[in-house]
């Protein structure tokens, strides 16, 4: 008889005040800092918050967060387009060593899968992410004729562009969800309660607290590499969710998130001071060993494409 896995250990408590964080505002596509300075300070940082604008309700995306795992078959009519998501194939993750389940889904499939309001909730996010991706590279004085070959089409709308769905199961005895990077440029998250903590870099957690009416925004790993070499970098910031107690009465925890991503086949790149660029790594390398590195599950070659690397829209490499 195969031996069970070892418990996974929970991770320990924060050690660190929770994380005094920039906010910024979207005003039409100008990303706005609340403070002078702002930019700068959420690079830094790894991440910043970002006002909900007006118009878009994350009421679906909670919605879809504490229905997604249920049964569809015998569910009231407004909750079944939310439900029976564990059966469709590719969509649905059991996270064996962690609380969390989610879903991940690309922009085709949420077109196919989602109803109309949560669709449109999830595109409004996308767009979000654009809309910093751009910010960043305007504010660190990436030259935009190479914007849709540093990020592969991402800046454009093309790249891989997630959107997460997060369920933490209390009754299991793990941690929450594995300290990562994101493996992007972008993320966008929208969070009710605690748990999300973020390495300090003095082997400390911080807390990053929910702030109503405010998403998290935080950069990635991709980022991070493309700016490295410039004089203002991106930190992709180090995260995750610590274990998650029972509390009776209350909903279990749940987030969800936006990706603006590069693509899953080809290069991921690396810009020089001197305003030229280089691919400096494969993609599905890079992906491999993030699956591999964080989860340590069956999911390891899942979001990398069967396609022939190519380079993004065609263009040579600089």
């Known amino acids: 008889m195969t031996a069970a896995p070892a418990p996974v250990p929970a991770p320990?408590?924060?050690?660190a005040p929770p994380l005094d964080l920039q906010r910024?505002?979207?005003?039409?596509?100008?990303?706005?800092?609340?403070?002078?300075?702002?930019?700068?300070?959420?690079?830094?940082d790894g991440c910043f918050r970002l006002a909900v604008p007006p118009g878009l309700d994350p009421t679906p995306g909670t919605t879809l967060c504490r229905e997604f795992h249920r049964p569809a078959a015998g569910s009231p009519d407004r909750l079944r387009p939310y439900r029976g998501y564990r059966d469709r194939e590719g969509l649905y993750f059991d996270r064996e060593h962690f609380q969390?389940?989610?879903?991940?889904?690309?922009?085709?499939?949420?077109?196919?899968h989602f109803p109309p309001e949560?669709?449109?909730m999830t595109e409004h996010m996308s767009a979000l992410t654009l809309l910093v991706l751009r910010a960043v590279l305007t504010g660190l004085g990436v030259p935009e004729p190479l914007w849709t070959t540093v990020t592969g089409g991402a800046v454009e709308g093309r790249g891989?562009?997630?959107?997460?769905?997060?369920?933490?199961?209390?009754?299991?005895?793990?941690?929450?969800?594995?300290?990562?990077?994101?493996?992007?440029?972008?993320?966008?998250?929208?969070?009710?309660?605690?748990?999300?903590?973020?390495?300090?870099?003095n082997g400390t957690?911080?807390?990053?607290?929910?702030?109503?009416?405010?998403?998290?925004?935080?950069?990635?790993?991709?980022?991070?590499?493309?700016?490295?070499?410039?004089?203002r970098p991106v930190r992709a910031l180090t995260h995750r969710v610590r274990q998650c107690v029972p509390r009776p009465g209350e909903p279990d925890r749940v987030s969800f998130a936006a990706f603006a991503n590069p693509p899953a086949t080809g290069h991921l790149y690396r810009l020089r001071p001197d305003g030229t660029a280089y691919p400096a790594r494969?993609?599905?390398?890079?992906?491999?060993?993030?699956?591999?590195?964080?989860?340590?599950?069956?999911?390891?070659?899942?979001?990398i494409a069967d396609a022939a690397p190519t380079t993004a829209g065609g263009a040579p490499w600089p």
Request: glycine share 8%.
């Open 118 to 120: 949560l669709y449109a």
């Open 12 to 15: 320990p408590p924060a050690s």
């Open 160 to 201: 891989t562009h997630w959107f997460a769905a997060n369920h933490y199961r209390p009754e299991r005895d793990r941690p929450g969800c594995a300290p990562h990077q994101d493996t992007g440029f972008v993320t966008v998250l929208h969070l009710r309660e605690p748990g999300l903590e973020a390495a300090t870099g």
């Open 100 to 112: 969390t389940e989610h879903l991940l889904l690309d922009a085709p499939a949420r077109a196919r």
């Open 282 to 303: 494969s993609s599905e390398e890079f992906l491999r060993e993030f699956n591999a590195r964080t989860w340590s599950d069956q999911y390891a070659d899942f979001g």
């Open 205 to 231: 957690w911080a807390p990053v607290d929910p702030l109503p009416g405010h998403f998290v925004v935080n950069f990635g790993a991709a980022f991070e590499l493309l700016t490295e070499d410039l004089p």
């Open 24 to 44: 910024a505002h979207a005003e039409g596509t100008t990303l706005v800092f609340d403070t002078p300075g702002g930019l700068p300070r959420a690079l830094a």
